[in-house]
Nanobody, 121 residues
């Protein structure tokens, strides 16, 4: 499964962006969104199960970010509102299907190349 993210860019404090993650067969998998800022570890941001019926968010983005998917189009989205400078990072989507203790929705087998999000103050 090859995943491709898009939608990143430069936005001002308080602005919005919508990231997309596309891939053939994506509809079978749970999708996770992660981010990594320079000098920091990768951080889980959000995830959505394959059916779209369950979602999860990191505390730092709750109320600002919304994850969704359209399985008819093999695409997942991360709508990011009220962006802050601390949201600046490379954002990655990932796909997986096996869950278990410690999983962020699931464990991930496939990763996209990432898209840069930069929020100016």
């Amino acid at each position: 499964l090859q995943l491709v993210e898009s939608g990143g860019g430069l936005v001002q404090f308080g602005g919005s962006l919508r990231l997309s993650c596309v891939g053939p067969g994506l509809d079978y998998y749970a999708i996770g969104w992660f981010r990594q800022a320079p000098g920091k570890e990768r951080e889980a941001v959000s995830c959505i199960y394959a059916s779209g019926g369950g979602t999860k968010y990191a505390d730092s983005v709750k109320g600002r970010f919304t994850v969704s998917r359209d399985n008819t189009k093999n695409v997942a989205y991360l709508q990011m509102n009220n962006l802050r400078p601390e949201d600046t990072a490379v954002y990655y989507c990932a796909a997986g299907s096996l869950t278990g203790e410690g999983a962020w929705c699931v464990f991930y087998d496939y990763w996209g190349q990432g898209t840069q999000v930069t929020v100016s103050s």
